[in-house]
């Protein structure tokens, strides 16, 4: 037995994909694992971020309602912004992502190869006598089975991959950078802010007075070389 993995590029011609594939309990198995497991981090993925929502909302509350304290109001305003971020992009992750297949008139193409009358997000759009046709022409093979089921896996994948845990990933990071970030300027501020401050003020001060002073050798020279300021 040899079958080609699925590919979307080549879909068209890949339709009996699986027709070489036998009905099996193994091949049965497998692919009812790999869809649980795809609604295992699915799930996993939305807590992960719900919790990541909880977390960031109290602390961004907390730290904007203590911004009135002069000691630490630097580094709690650090910490809002990551936390800011951190839950922007929680919040991404679990939008619901219901795109399907149009035709030239903006309603469902059922002859797309990508329509998936498995998907709630596409059969939604169908009357129920369609949505009937389309699921019983699906159980008629095996082979129309087994490719419905891997473009169930296929397009929960992607959008597990390249949307859940990719905005996960940036929350995540946004409230560890945050937090860091405000760890750092508690630190500078405490231990050197005064210090630098202090240099930095006196360097300004420095170079103002230098460029006051050129100015005025400038307005000087000026004024000796003009006939209206010797009179």
Not at 8 to 23: L, R
Not at 80 to 88: D, N, S, T
Request: hydrophobic residues 45%; charged residues 20%; glycine residues 6%.
């Amino acid at each position: 037995m040899s079958f080609k993995p699925w590919d979307e590029k080549n879909f068209e011609s890949s339709e009996n994909i699986f027709g070489d594939a036998p009905s099996s309990t193994a091949i049965d198995n497998i692919l009812r694992l790999n869809l649980s497991n795809i609604v295992s981090l699915t799930l996993m993925a939305d807590a992960k971020a719900n919790i990541m929502i909880t977390v960031a909302s109290v602390v961004f509350s907390v730290a904007i309602a203590n911004l009135d304290n002069e000691l630490v109001k630097w580094p709690l305003l650090t910490f809002a912004f990551g936390c800011f971020f951190a839950l922007l992009f929680a919040i991404f992750a679990i939008i619901p992502k219901t795109d399907y297949p149009k035709d030239v008139t903006g309603d469902i193409d059922r002859k797309s190869p990508f329509f998936n009358p498995l998907f709630f997000g596409h059969f939604a759009h169908l009357p129920i006598d369609e949505y009937k046709d389309d699921y019983a022409e699906t159980l008629m093979t095996d082979d129309s089975v087994y490719n419905a089921m891997a473009g169930d896996i296929y397009g929960q994948g992607k959008v597990l991959a390249l949307r859940k845990y990719k905005f996960l990933k940036w929350s995540y990071m946004s409230f560890l950078l945050g937090m860091i970030s405000a760890v750092v300027v508690f630190i500078f501020q405490g231990s050197f802010g005064d210090f630098i401050f202090d240099g930095v003020s006196r360097i300004f001060d420095v170079i103002k007075g230098e460029i006051n002073f050129t100015w005025d050798d400038v307005k000087h020279l000026l004024c000796q070389s003009s006939v209206t300021c010797r009179k």
